[in-house]
């Protein structure tokens, strides 16, 4: 099956209710693991690719790779996206290279780490979505700043800034004036594995304290404002499951204790117009775990297969929970594809 747009699945998901999962690959054997997961729970699904990792891969590998998924998963409903493109630039790349979605990720400037202003936000999303529309791909904004980092990407914030949060009154204003097809939120979530400075008294990492009331209240705004439905996206949505940690940690790992967004607050967002739920670092933490299961058990092992595969399976079992806990598993054959043509022409 080829890809297909994001607007369409996540109009799909918003129909049935359900959110999507947005995983981030860097290699085969994360796109293996992701579309296996797919394909076994009936889901739709989201693979995205960050600067970093087109940097690290090369975009024409991904691409290929992609390629050689769909044709080996033909069942499988997949968007291929551009996560966090930081110029008109690269997501024109990204566009040429066939990606069926792009993020034009204006809330920073194109270094990728100074917060911009609300105009050049709007203007280079705009241009984007010129565009990406001409041929059908979706484009996705984000208003608010997140805090965090990622690598080569993100303005350095405190995990609990609160001064760049998704103002609900900008929102409508912003959809209206770029034309995006969905919203990432900044509600207090951040990227990576250390998203909250909330400790107990023993120690123990508390979850951060998310503006979940702004969901609701930009989802109020949008759909009075003639947008219903509209999708949002939620970044650095990543749990960080602490037996997964404790398996990094046990095999002579050195992860500080953390906590990421419990899935409740996602399913809470999800049941408020959450459409799409980027994750990468519990993806990072449960290969990583497993790799290092297999060097600390059997040192005298050096075939790279031998611990690749583990990590492909541990990734594969996380994507399968993400995608039932999302709810998207078994929406994979709700409907049927629309082309990315017929999609470009609904824009006009
Ligand atoms: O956007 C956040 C993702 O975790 C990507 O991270 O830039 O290290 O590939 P990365
Ligand atoms: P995590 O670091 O929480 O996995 O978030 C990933 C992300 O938002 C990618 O855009
Ligand atoms: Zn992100």
Partial sequence: MPLISMKQALEEAAKGGYGV?????????????IF?????????????????????SKMIY?????????ELHPDVKAVLHLDHGNSP???????????????????LKADGKTVADYQYNVDVTAEVVELAHKTGVSVEGELGALGGIEDGHGAGLAVDDTEHLTDPDEA????????????????????????TTRFDADGNALPPRLALERIEQIEKNL?????????????????????????????????????????????????????????????RIAMTGAVRKVLWETPEKFDPRDWMKPARAALKELIKGKMTDFGQAGHGSDYEPISMEEIAKSYK
């Fill in 172 to 195: 409508v204003d912003f959809v209206k004036q770029t034309g995006i097809d969905c919203l990432a939120l900044a509600i207090g979530t951040s990227h990576g594995a250390y998203k």
């Fill in 62 to 70: 991904l691409k290929k790779l992609m390629e050689a998924a769909t």
């Fill in 89 to 107: 630039e690269t997501c024109k790349q990204a566009i040429e290279l066939g990606f069926t979605s792009v993020m034009m990720d204006g809330s």
């Fill in 223 to 283: 759909n009075e404002a003639g947008y219903p439905a509209f999708p949002l996206v939620m970044h650095g949505s990543s749990s960080v499951p602490g037996d997964l940690v404790d398996i990094v940690n046990k095999h002579g790992g050195n992860m500080p204790k953390a906590m990421g967004v419990p899935m409740e607050d996602i399913q809470f967002g999800i049941q408020r117009g959450v459409r799409k739920i980027n994750v990468d670092t519990d993806g």
């Fill in 36 to 56: 296996e997961a797919a394909e076994e729970l009936n889901a739709p699904v989201i693979i995205q690719a960050s600067r970093g990792a087109l940097a690290y």
């Fill in 21 to 33: 999962g947005a995983f981030n690959v860097n290699n085969m054997e994360q796109i293996q693991a």
